[in-house]
Nanobody, 116 residues
Framework: QVQLVESGGGLVRPGESLRLSCVAS????????MAWYRQAPGKDRVLVAS????????TYADSVKGRFTISRDNNKSAVYLQMNNLKAEDTAVYYC?????????WGQGTQVTVSS
C-alpha cells in the first residue's frame, strides 16, 4: 500500500532553516509528481510546492518563492523541502502528497513552528 512518511519538522526561530523529508513506498515513485502542502491552525490545507516525476519542473506558492526549494531523489524514493529564512507565518503542519490516478495519498504530517 502507498505510504508517505514525513520528518524534519521542529521549532525554529525566524530567519532559521529546516529541511523536511518525505520517504515514499508502495508505488513507483519515479513516475509521479510529488507535492508539499501545509495547513495552519484554522486554515485550509494549501499547496506549498510541487515537483515533476523527473525533477525537471517545480512550482511554488508565491508566499514561499525564493525561500523554499523542493527536490527529489528517485533512487531513494524521497522528496525534500528546504525551507530557508523561515517566518512566523510558515508555522503549520506540512504534508507530503501524491496523486495516483484519481486518488490523493497523504502522509501523517510534520509540525513546523517558527517562533521567537
Amino acid at each position: 500500500q502507498v505510504q508517505l512518511v514525513e520528518s524534519g519538522g521542529g521549532l525554529v526561530r525566524p530567519g532559521e532553516s529546516l529541511r523536511l523529508s518525505c520517504v515514499a513506498s508502495g508505488f513507483v515513485f519515479s513516475r509521479y509528481t510529488m507535492a508539499w502542502y501545509r495547513q495552519a491552525p484554522g486554515k485550509d490545507r494549501v499547496l506549498v510546492a510541487s515537483i515533476l516525476s523527473t525533477g525537471s519542473g517545480t512550482t511554488y506558492a508565491d508566499s514561499v518563492k525564493g525561500r523554499f526549494t523542493i527536490s527529489r531523489d528517485n533512487n531513494k524514493s524521497a522528496v525534500y523541502l528546504q525551507m530557508n529564512n523561515l517566518k512566523a507565518e510558515d508555522t503549520a503542519v506540512y504534508y507530503c502528497k501524491v496523486q495516483i490516478v484519481d486518488r490523493n495519498y497523504w502522509g501523517q504530517g510534520t509540525q513546523v513552528t517558527v517562533s521567537s
